[in-house]
Nanobody, 124 residues
Framework: QVQLVESGGGLVQAGDSLTLSCVAS????????MGWFRQAPGKEREFVAAISRSGRTTNYADTVKGRFTISRDNARNTVYLQMNSLKPEDTAVYYC?????????????????WGQGTQVTVSS
């Protein structure tokens, strides 16, 4: 069992930057691939970024590629999402997710554990 707690969301203006953090409980964090997803009102949850257990492999949605960076610190049980050049369409609740796998999953169904989410609002 893994518990995930996100933080770092807030209200920013278009073009600003924001960094989200997700802290995981337990001593096996380095065995989990980690992902970030987001869900806007009235829309389905969508993939944003994912990172392998070691941090050497990452995947990004085309909509955020070049603007967002996912990273992890296994010593701190934490995964980060650095978001630059934010746009109003990035407004959503952002969730981190975990699954014990050597792969780097990009769909919600592949993840077993989820945080409660953190709201990101980008004004124009």
């Amino acid at each position: 069992q893994v518990q995930l707690v996100e933080s770092g969301g807030g209200l920013v203006q278009a073009g600003d930057s924001l960094t989200l953090s997700c802290v995981a409980s337990g001593r096996t964090f380095s065995t989990y691939a980690m992902g970030w997803f987001r869900q806007a009102p009235g829309k389905e949850r969508e993939f944003v970024a994912a990172i392998s257990r070691s941090g050497r492999t990452t995947n990004y949605a085309d909509t955020v590629k070049g603007r967002f960076t996912i990273s992890r610190d296994n010593a701190r049980n934490t995964v980060y999402l650095q978001m630059n050049s934010l746009k109003p369409e990035d407004t959503a609740v952002y969730y981190c997710a975990a699954f014990r796998t050597i792969m780097v999953p990009t769909t919600p169904d592949e993840y077993a554990y989820w945080g409660q989410g953190t709201q990101v609002t980008v004004s124009s």
